[in-house]
């Protein structure tokens, strides 16, 4: 039996379907997603805050009155030319980290998961950045039904959110530490093959880092006063100069009869 030309031109088109599918699949680098080292490193910040017990689920029940924190963000990065696509559960990667002191010694440890990866940061270049927002088109990034990083750009996990610390009360703050971190797919095996979970480590000693605000309720009250206190201040002041005037000037009025 004999194939026809159409026949022939069909199979054609579709080999070359598959040919460019698997192009598009296998052009994805392995283990592409990684830590942004800058952008982490420069979040850094030692803080001081007060935490009640059981205020927070990652500190211990016992973690009660000021703590001593290392706050970090997490910035993680897509450098290949295509889309990483996490699915959407309730933890889709997990971020593990641990402390050491300038012996080597282990002093904190733990892990958190995060959720609903999609692009936060993307780059200002046209071209990339028009590569990014027809990838996020096609995969709809920003409404965290299907999570995931576009090429070029970054999810960008904030210093300021809750648990995003190491808590180093007790320790001693002037002394030399290293914070290691490793990105691992979560315990659904979210990730495989999509995440560089090789090590990365930032040094420091916490009392030379910037510090962070610490926004209480005396503060925000210390805040209002200062700037209310003088502005009412200069509102009294200002009406009781005025009501001297007007009891001290005399107007006349003067009235012509025709």
Known sequence: MRRSKKDDSSSTMIALFILILCYRVHSCAPNAAIFDRDTMAASLIFQKDVIY????????PSSNGTRHLIRFAVAIFNPSNCSLRFQNYPSP?????????ASDMLRSASYFNL?????????FDPEQALQAFQAREDSHFLNCQVSGISPNCSFYNSHRIACQWIDITGLSPTVSYTMSLQLQPSVDGLGIGLLNESIVNFTFIPS????????TTGAIIAAVLTFTVPIGVFYITSMIMICRRKRDVRIIYTHTMQ
């Open 115 to 123: 959720t609903c990866m999609r692009d936060v940061r993307c780059p």
């Open 93 to 101: 990667l997990r971020v593990n980290y641990w402390l050491y002191d």
């Open 53 to 60: 017990a059981g205020e927070f689920t990652c500190l211990p």
């Open 208 to 215: 030379q880092l910037s510090a962070g605000l610490v926004v």
